[in-house]
Every structure is written in structure tokens, then in C-alpha cells.
């Protein structure tokens, strides 16, 4: 049941529509974090920093934070539509850069009628976060419509300019789909302005909310639902606090200077709101004790000084809170809670209820001083904190858990995927450019690679190598780079290292660590021989080869180490590959050919080249049984290894049936899982000790 509950919420939060949502809203942190902190310096509860603030060259410095503020947060829904609308349209068709721009401009052409703006009802106060409803509505409506309508638009009615340049003929091409798009959100604005006699659809959803009020006593009953309608709006990304003015002015803040009154608008700040919408500070708690993701507890450490003074925007749009399905229960739930102790700690007397307003970004515990008067607030809000951050702490504790399970999940699509492009024989992966999940985790991983591999913290497997007489004569070294605790795909792990640009750099490390392993087993008394992978073209750089004969000389293990080349590429162009070889050779240092017989690695390997071995490629191993042709394949490639001098060495070696095949067809060299995985040095160090291989 909760692995179907891990899924479920997997599915919800992968949705092409939500996940999009969500990484628009990552994207404004940036933006917030400046916004946020504007308004915190602008609404600072202390009398002298505003004084000076207002007062400092003339007042210049409220200015600037009143900029800061307006250009950030006060445009935010206009970002917001640009940066949904971004990662919806990448998720619709990718590596268009076209149609991404077009799509973001219809957006907000979109996002503007949904405000009449045509009509003058739209305001600058519709930008920043009181259009955050309309900005996620149309930023994807406004997508999906803009792509339907480009892509069954035939050509033939598009815009045409002869003689002009591509990008002007693409612009004019949008012409319709723009036109389309933009009349049906002017259509369904003046739909609502004719049935609902309201503005906008904003004004629409605003009204509404409202009309649940006019029915509601004051009291209890008019707070919990306040607190709980304020919540339900955040969570689904509209303002709340600009959706419930109205309400706050006809039913809380009357109450504000009315001694003995429970439920006023400051009693709510002070004891429900504590850290803003949601008891955010309890969030805060939370996270920074329960959390075990590094990315959380980053962004709590720059959420925290906001959220102390009751600005929560960089919580609720940063984690985010908005549309996430582990958070909409607690995010709703502890300021209730929070409201029902307050309430009842002011019912039996323990709390005293004095009518001071308080300034809204005043921190907890001098709010709740300054609020009743007395300690008792304080350890009112105390209490409180407690009560909240255990309601969070269990709900924080399985969004890690659902975190690690998408990732497990993430990381088999994009192992599949990837697997799936090594079956099509896609040779130019380009994982890092992709703008949906995949290669968000696909850039995640290679930024982890980067930086071991920097420290040279690249986890090495070694697969042993058996003769016919069952004696161990060889290893090799294999990545068993681990990415969240999971080993990673090793070809995927080459092919991102390759699109990122620090393939070379990974080799390089690869063949540092299997040299030490190598002179660690020779330190044992072993006779045995390690080998790496490398490219062709690596083959074919003098830079590297020189590189790899220094290592080996200083590691003493000339006679014992090899080079595989893994590359699936042609080496008819490679002019320096038979000198560098000659040189490894004379350096002690053995050659062979890694899959043998497939794709390009043919015999073009072998023309000029003096290879010590070839190993046969493991499709024609594994299907040698029920395929003849293969066997004869073996036989032959066997016997060109006697007439040319080179060995065979036969991978995938799983079955007994398998390796008797391969003997009686005189390949006497074996690596595979009939034998052993690939291992750790230790315990390789145990198997050469059981082994008895001594110089």
C-alpha cells in the first residue's frame, strides 16, 4: 500500500502540467529571495530602522526597496507565465527554440486578456502575486492552444514572404495560432464579465471565496474558516491574504482594538499566521530537523531570517508548497491547530486578550508578548511551534522518502531510455539539453560525476579472468560509480561524461585507480594482469598515451597492465594508433580490442596493428548455442588470433554449456558471471590468495 502510495504521488507531482508548475516556480527563487527581503527591511518591526530607512539621503534607500520589491515580486505572475510556460512548451516538443518564445509571448499575450486588459480593469497589483492563479492558468492553457492550433494549421494558410529571412517567415507563420489563442481568452473574459458580473476570471474566483462568508457568525467558527479558505488558496497558488481582504476588513479587523475580542486579525497573525500563511515557521522547524535533503535544508537556511519576520513567499513558492500533494494537508491543518490552542488558551483565562494590534512582520514570541501583555503569549506561541513542527515533521519525513523514490524511479527512465538509444544505434545522446525530468536528473548526475571524478572518488569493479584450466590470469577494471547509493549504468555514465566534456578526465582517473590496484596485487605476490577501457581516439593521442606510460612507470607494473579500446569507431583515419601502440608495447604496456567482430571494430582494427588480444563481442558469445553462424564466427576470428599472434578472450561467459563451446572451439580466455561479477579490489586480493597465482 505505501509503495503504491510513493507511486501515486510519483505520478502527481511528474505530470507534465504540475511538474512544470513547480519548476516555474523554482525558477523565480531568485526572484523572490530579493523581493522578499525588500519587503522585510520595508516592514521591519523597529521604529528607528524605519525612521532611518525613510529618513536617509532623503529617503533614498526606501526608494530602492521599493523598486527592489516592485521589479520582483510585484511582476512576479508575469514571470511566472514566461517560466511555465518555458518548461510546458519544452515538455510539448523539444529543441525548438521557436516555438518555446512564440509560446511564452502567447502566453502573456493570453495572461493580459485574461485581466481585460483591453478594457482598463486590469492593474499594475494583477502582476505581481494576486494574478498567480490567472499567470499558472494561462501560461498553460495558453501553451497547449498556441501548439494545438500550430500543428493543425496546414501550411498552406500560414503567412508567406518570399525572399525574407527564416526567423521573419517563422514569425509571421504564428500569426493564426496567436490570433486563435488570444480571441478565446477574450471570449471567455467577457463570458464571465457578462454571467458573473465580475471583472475577471480572478475577480471570479475572489468573489466567490467571499460569498462563503456572508452566512458565518463571528467567533470561532469565522476564524476557522478563514484560516482554512487562506490556506486552500496558497496551496493552489493564489494569494490568499488578497483574495480575503474583503473579508478580513468586515469581519477581523474590526475586532483588532475591541478589548476582550478572541478572533480579530491581529490575534490570528499573531498565534495561527506565525511565519506567515501555513505556520510556516513550523515548516521551517521541520525542515531544518527532519529533513535529510541537502537541497531543503539550503533553501530553509535562506527562507529562515523572512520567516521569522512572517514572509513566507521564498517557503511556499521555493519548496514549493504550491500544488504539492505531501504538503496540502499539513500546509492547511497546524494553523487550525494553531488557532484552536490559542483560542482555548484565551477561553480559560490562561491567555489574556487585550485588543492591541500588532504589527504583522513582528517575530514570534515578541508578538505574542507584545499582543497579551504578558509572557503567557510567548509560551502560547511556544507551545505552539512544538504542536506545529510535530504535525510537519512526519509529512517532511515522507516527502524525503518520496523524493529518494522518484529519483529511483527518475533513474530507471533514464536508464531505460538510454538503453533504448543504445538499441537504435543513436550515437549523438544529448541527455544534458533535455528541458524535462531526465535531464534535470541527467545534469544532476553529471555534476556529481564531475566533482568525484575531480577528487578522484570513482568506484572501481574488477571482473576476474579464467583460463581453461580454471586458473586466474586477469581483471577488468569497470565503473561502479554510485549516484544516490544506486550504481549507475556504467555507458550512461561514459555518455554524460562524454556530452559534458570531461570524458578524457574520467579515463585518466580510471586508469589511476586500476594502476594501484594493479600494484597492490603485484605488492600481494599476484602475476595476474589488470586492464581499463579507453576510446580510440585516445589510443590515437600522443597527450594520453604519454600520460598512461608515466603512470605506469611510476607504478612499477610494466608487464602487467592493458589498455581495452571500447569505442565503436573507425581507426582507418587514426594514423598515429600503430605508433602508439608500438610505443605502449615498449613500455610494457599490453593493447587489445574490446568487442571484437561488431559495428566498425572489424578488421580494420588488425590491418596495421599489433594488438596482444581481442575480445570477442558478447552478442556473439551469448547467442553461440542457438546460432551456428556465430560459432563459426568464434572459430574463425581464433584462428586469425594464431595466424597474427594475438589472443582471444571470450566475455560473457555465463554458462558452463557456454565456456565447453568456447574451449572446444580453441578460445581458452574467459570473463562472465559463470565466473564471477565484477568485484571490489578486496575482495579480487582473495580470490588471487585462494587462487594460489604466486610470481
Known sequence: MYLKVLRAI????????????????????????????????????????????????????????????????????????????????????????????????????????????????????????????????????????????????????????RGSDMDYRNSLSAIYPLLFCALLFIGLNLVIQQLFHVENLNDLVTSGIVYLFHNVNDGLGAGVLYVVVLNVLWVFG??????????????????????????????????????????????????????????????????????????????????????????????????????????????????PILGRQVTWTTPVFFSGYLSSGSWRGAVVQLVILAAGTAVYAPFICLMDRVKEKQAEMLLNELTEHFKRLQLEGDENVRLLERHDSKGLLARNIAQKLRIDIEQERVTMGYQPQYDNTGTLVGSEALLRWKYLDRTIYPPLVVALAKEDGFY????????????????????????????????????????????????????????????????????????????????????????????????????MYLQNNNFYAVKLDGRLVQGMLENKRNQEIISSIVSLGRNLGFVVIAEYVETEEIRAGLEELGCNLYQGYLYSPAIPLDQLKERVQLDGKKL
Open 238 to 351: 493564489i494569494h490568499g491574504g488578497n483574495a480575503l481582504e474583503q473579508v478580513a476588513q468586515t469581519y477581523l479587523m474590526p475586532k483588532d482594538s475591541v478589548a476582550g475580542a478572541v478572533i480579530s486579525k491581529s490575534f490570528l497573525d499573531s498565534y495561527a499566521m506565525i511565519g506567515g500563511c501555513g505556520t510556516s515557521i513550523c515548516l521551517l522547524l521541520a525542515l531544518l530537523i527532519c529533513s535529510r535533503g541537502r537541497e531543503n535544508r539550503q533553501l530553509s537556511y535562506s527562507a529562515a531570517p523572512a520567516v521569522i519576520f512572517n514572509i513566507n513567499e521564498i517557503l511556499v513558492y521555493g519548496l514549493p508548497v504550491v500544488l504539492n500533494p505531501v504538503l496540502f494537508l499539513p500546509f492547511i491543518l497546524t494553523p487550525v491547530i494553531s488557532l484552536l490552542i490559542s483560542y482555548g488558551a484565551a477561553v480559560i483565562g490562561f491567555l
Open 504 to 603: 578524457d578526465r574520467l579515463t585518466q582517473v580510471v586508469v589511476k585507480i586500476s594502476m594501484e590496484a594493479c600494484r597492490e596485487l603485484l605488492n600481494q605476490g599476484s602475476d595476474i594482469t589488470v586492464s581499463a577501457n579507453i576510446s580510440a581516439d585516445q589510443l590515437n593521442s600522443e597527450q594520453f598515451i604519454n600520460r598512461v606510460i608515466r603512470m605506469a612507470q611510476s607504478y612499477g607494473i610494466e608487464g602487467h597492465y592493458s589498455l581495452e579500446v571500447t569505442e565503436e569507431a573507425s581507426v582507418d583515419r587514426m594514423e598515429d594508433i600503430p605508433h602508439q601502440i608500438g610505443r605502449l608495447k615498449a613500455a610494457g604496456i599490453r593493447t587489445e580490442v574490446d568487442d571484437f567482430s561488431m559495428g566498425r571494430t572489424s578488421l
Open 10 to 161: 510519483y505520478k502527481i507531482e511528474n505530470n507534465q502540467i504540475l511538474s512544470s508548475i513547480k519548476k516555474g516556480f523554482i525558477l523565480l527563487i531568485p526572484v523572490l529571495l530579493v523581493g522578499s527581503f525588500s519587503l522585510l527591511f520595508l516592514n521591519f518591526p523597529v521604529a528607528a530602522f524605519q525612521n532611518f530607512i525613510t529618513g536617509w539621503a532623503g529617503g533614498v534607500m526606501e526608494t530602492v526597496l521599493n523598486f527592489l520589491f516592485d521589479s520582483t515580486v510585484g511582476f512576479m505572475s508575469v514571470y511566472l507565465v514566461i517560466s511555465i510556460s518555458y518548461y510546458y512548451s519544452s515538455s510539448l516538443k523539444e529543441h525548438d527554440v521557436f516555438l518555446q518564445v512564440m509560446a511564452m509571448v502567447v502566453s502573456m499575450v493570453c495572461f493580459a486578456a485574461s485581466f481585460g486588459a483591453a478594457s482598463g480593469s486590469m492593474e499594475l497589483n494583477d502582476l505581481g502575486p494576486v494574478g498567480v492563479f490567472t499567470a499558472m492558468f494561462s501560461s498553460i492553457a495558453a501553451t497547449r492552444l498556441f501548439y494545438l492550433f500550430y500543428g493543425k494549421l496546414s501550411a498552406a494558410y500560414r503567412f508567406r514572404s
